[in-house]
């Protein structure tokens, strides 16, 4: 097992999980919040509709092309 940070909340995933696992794992399964206000989920997982990028460590990345890091921290609320 891994863990990470996830907005505020240390989770546990397992080894060789994806951050878009983890965000269904651990929170509410969305990777952002719209213009509008409304959360997004990932929706292609393989990087090509962009929906689930995230904050890691500071960096924007595409959560279903990430793997899970001891101490990652993943932020998906601006």
């Known amino acids: 097992m891994i863990e990470l940070n996830l907005d505020g909340q240390t989770i546990r995933v397992p080894a060789g999980s994806t951050v878009a696992a983890a965000l269904y794992l651990g929170?509410?399964?969305?990777?952002?919040?719209?213009?509008?206000?409304?959360?997004?989920?990932?929706?292609?997982?393989?990087?090509?509709?962009?929906?689930?990028r995230v904050s890691i460590d500071g960096q924007r990345r595409l959560a279903c092309q990430t793997l899970c890091q001891p101490g990652m921290r993943v932020e998906t609320r601006p």
């Open 27 to 52: 929170g509410d399964g969305c990777s952002r919040t719209a213009v509008g206000g409304q959360r997004r989920a990932p929706l292609c997982g393989m990087g090509v509709c962009q929906e689930c």
